[in-house]
């Protein structure tokens, strides 16, 4: 029997686990798998890091990581989700016909490793979603991943970046009137197919803001450390989407994360142009009132530089506030790295491939995904 929006919205309540799947989606058992370690690819990488000029915006600070140990030539290589659906090596989809909210199947027929970021959007199918953290497909794979809904009045197929427009003019409908079909039996009448069409995901050229990654990080670090896999509490994130909308001045119809990203788009971009990614850098440090919100880190200049334009969008679409910055920024990220060098992580063996490292320190959370002794990428949420 169908599910009504509203029953899903219970469910995804609840959370995700993110257990591995196999090709047909069936749970696999991950229990006395996780085990707590130094995570020395991440300290390694960490090691690696030289914190570069930092440049305000606004009363905010952005702060680039350059690499100054050179990496091993094809260390930590990866294709980006963008690249790999613009080629047509991989597919994001709903699980099935009738989808999930907290799930999404990923399809990658890709000769290298496809990368899959924490707070990356997926646009499209049967609502807006972002990926619950970093993750790692192998080439000729199939694979289910955890995700959080961020455009929550929505539950029905229809484009993707296009259809924003749409969504504008109107309170946000929170009330979770969208029905799923009727028929649970898997046809087709909402127009999908598995492989694309009206299920397929298209990628988004910008991240979820640099604030609301950090909060939902945060929380599923929590829970992968609590045994509870990648669950960042569905309701959460739903409040956060809410928060940034309202700063936005902006009013969604499906309370859609994307439409208060897009009322900013124009100033972001603009700004972009005189943030250019630099020949050895692997991530960026946001940080405000001299406390770090955030940073990415990544296991290569090739990777970062492919992420670059989005994630530093992510950044400045989430700006709120004007004034000078305050604070020593580089000598506030150079402290945040020195601490999370001697930091212990707990690691669980990934969706997908690899393994994924969380943990806390203090007022930080941090999470990585690895690979054959290889970082390649990491996020740090401060304050």
Not at 46 to 56: F, H, K, Y
Request: aromatic fraction near 4%; charge should be negative.
């Amino acid at each position: 029997m169908e599910l009504s929006h509203a029953a899903r919205v219970r469910a995804a309540e609840r959370g995700a686990t993110g257990a591995p799947t196999n090709k047909k989606g069936t749970c696999m058992n991950q229990a006395g798998m996780m085990s707590e370690d130094g995570g020395s690819e991440l300290s390694a990488l960490l090691a690696s890091v030289e914190v570069g000029d930092p440049l305000a915006v606004g009363a905010q600070t952005i702060v680039p990581l350059l690499r100054v140990v050179q990496a091993p030539r094809g260390a930590s290589k990866a294709t980006l989700l963008g690249e790999a659906l613009a080629k047509g090596e991989a597919t994001v989809t709903e699980v099935c016909l009738d989808g999930s909210v907290n799930e999404v199947r990923v399809r990658h027929a890709g000769k290298e490793l496809l990368l899959l970021l924490d707070g990356d959007q997926l646009l499209g199918a049967r609502q807006n979603r972002v990926f619950n953290a970093s993750f790692l497909v192998m080439p000729g794979s199939d694979v289910v991943l955890p995700v959080s809904c961020v455009e929550r009045g929505r539950w029905a197929y229809q484009g993707g970046e296009g259809d924003a427009a749409a969504r504008h003019g109107g309170p946000a409908d929170l009330q979770y009137g969208h029905d799923g079909p009727s028929d649970g039996d898997g046809g087709d009448e909402d127009g999908g197919d598995e492989d694309g069409g009206a299920m397929a995901f298209s990628a988004s050229n910008v991240t979820a803001t640099m604030m609301i990654r950090s909060q939902k990080m945060r929380r599923v670090t929590t829970s992968v450390r609590q045994g509870r896999g990648y669950d960042a509490d569905q309701r959460a994130v739903w409040t956060d989407v809410d928060n940034y909308l309202k700063k936005s001045g902006v009013y969604s119809t499906t309370a859609a994360l994307q439409d208060g990203i897009d009322s900013r788009r124009g100033a972001a971009d603009r700004a972009l142009i005189q943030i250019p990614a630099q020949p050895t850098q692997i991530g960026m440090a946001l940080v405000v009132d001299g406390a770090l919100v955030a940073m990415d880190l990544f296991g290569s200049p090739e990777l970062y530089a492919s992420s670059h334009e989005k994630i530093v969008r992510g950044i400045l679409t989430g700006i709120d506030s004007s004034g000078p910055a305050r604070g020593d920024a580089r000598q506030v990220v150079s402290d945040v790295i020195t601490r999370l060098g001697r930091a212990k992580a707990s690691r669980r063996p990934a969706p997908g491939c690899g393994d994924t490292l969380h943990g806390e320190l203090d007022e930080l959370a941090f999470a990585a995904v690895v690979h054959e002794g290889e970082a390649y990428h990491a996020m740090v949420a401060g304050a």
